[in-house]
């Protein structure tokens, strides 16, 4: 959706809120990417061009900017000019170095065993039990207390 369309009007198409959730979950994904290569950092140093972006940050430059138009159609980054991005007051809680940072919450879902476990919910749904131990062979902060690198 553009930035300027308002998302929950009241009569909204049933289909449409739905497909707000599946949308969501995708551009988490691409907020998630643009944080593990470091955009979000970068951007956090100033409004650059976007294929000065790309090389800083080693992304090719057709998807970086596709993963860019994302975070600005979710308002977490703007676009100031032609292929410039710039972070909102909400992209900035993104950044590493943010006092309200949120961008450990963001690398932790895109871990893999987060994500498997979370793609695995009907598990859960149908037993009651949490599925990471079904995967991983242990409870998830038993598991994390054996990873020391993965529980950082």
């Known amino acids: 959706m553009p930035p300027d369309c308002p998302i929950d009007q009241p009569d909204m198409p049933a289909a449409l809120r ?10 988490g994904h691409a907020l998630t990417a643009l944080v593990e290569v470091g955009v979000i950092d970068e951007l956090g140093r100033g409004s650059t061009d976007t294929a000065e972006l790309a090389t800083r940050t080693g992304c090719d430059l057709d998807a970086l900017t596709m993963f860019l138009r994302a975070g600005s159609a979710a308002r977490v980054l703007s676009e100031p000019g032609p292929d410039r991005f710039e972070l909102t007051d909400t992209g900035e809680l993104l950044r590493a170095d943010a006092p309200e940072s949120v961008q450990a919450i963001f690398q932790l879902s895109s871990m893999h065993e987060f994500a498997q476990a979370m793609t695995h919910a009907t598990q859960t ?10 995967l991983y062979g242990l409870p998830m902060y038993d598991y994390l207390a054996e990873n020391a690198e993965l529980a950082e």
């Not at 749904?125 to 079904?134: E, I």
């Open 18 to 27: 739905l497909f707000r959730f599946v949308a969501a979950s995708w551009i």
């Open 125 to 134: 749904l149908r037993t009651g039990k949490p599925v990471f131990a079904s």
